[in-house]
């Protein structure tokens, strides 16, 4: 079974630009997150779908950052225009419900250097 | 809300030896536990996961973890350690199926 895929792996870019990040979830799993991780913090979600509408955002900074699924499979995060303080690993994860809660598969993120 | 506190940030051991990762929440209702591994430059594996019933958890890896309500902890552990399980571990908490929320994670160094 393939696994969450994510690219690019790695991005850098100035301050003031914009960057997409985008995501291939395992194949049928409904449930999709993105995730912002620090250095040396755990990672904060930012956004979860369910297909494709919007499950939570309450952390996701909308005045910057936007986030699709269409048709709920793939997604796509924006940042624009990035700032200094939005260095990170942005991770995704997607899950399907077994049992008492869902299990979420990790990608391998994508490592956001902003100058 | 709820919150997860991991108590030490770094935890060195030498190969073979014991390790205990600490772990405690706060919530004032029931919540799942979880403890994730991340190894460098990937993205996090689900270790093993308490949702009810028994209070020790065994996992992959030799892992294991202890639910303790009256603590309010849910401490790693491992009897025999590798090289390999060199990795950050991140200890979790959600509300029975709601948001899980990561605390900051271990640094686990296995020291030959």
């Known amino acids: 079974e393939a696994g969450v895929a994510q690219s690019p792996r790695y991005k850098i870019i100035e301050k003031r630009q914009s960057v997409a990040f985008w995501c291939n979830p395992i194949?049928?799993?409904?449930?999709l997150y993105w995730y912002q991780q620090i250095l040396g913090q755990g990672p904060k979600l930012l956004i979860q779908?369910?297909?494709?509408?919007?499950?939570?955002d309450s952390q996701l900074p909308k005045d910057r950052f936007s986030a699709e699924r269409l048709k709920g499979v793939d997604s796509t995060l924006k940042i624009q225009p990035a700032k200094l303080e939005d260095s990170a690993v942005y991770l995704c994860?997607?899950?399907?419900?077994?049992?008492?809660?869902?299990?979420?598969?990790f990608g391998p993120g994508t490592r956001l250097t902003v100058l | 809300a709820q919150s997860v506190t991991q108590l030490d940030s770094q935890v060195p051991v030498f190969e073979e030896a014991p390790v205990e990762l600490r772990c405690n929440y706060s919530?004032?209702?029931?919540?799942?536990l979880f403890w994730y591994v991340q190894y460098p430059n990937q993205g996090l594996q689900l270790l093993l996961k308490?949702?009810?019933?028994?209070?020790l958890v065994k996992g992959i890896n030799g892992f294991e973890a202890e639910f303790n309500k009256s603590q309010t902890s849910f401490h790693l552990r491992k009897p025999s350690v590798h090289i390999s399980d060199t990795a950050e571990y991140f200890c979790?908490?959600?509300?029975?199926?709601?948001?899980?929320?990561f605390g900051q994670g271990t640094e686990l160094s296995v020291k030959p």
């Open positions: 994860a997607s899950s399907f419900r077994q049992g008492l809660t869902d299990t979420q598969y």
């Open positions: 194949s049928g799993h409904a449930t």
């Open positions: 779908f369910q297909n494709n509408g919007v499950v939570d």
């Open positions: 919530s004032s209702v029931s919540v799942y």
């Open positions: 308490y949702l009810s019933g028994s209070t």
């Open positions: 979790a908490v959600s509300l029975q199926g709601g948001k899980i929320i």
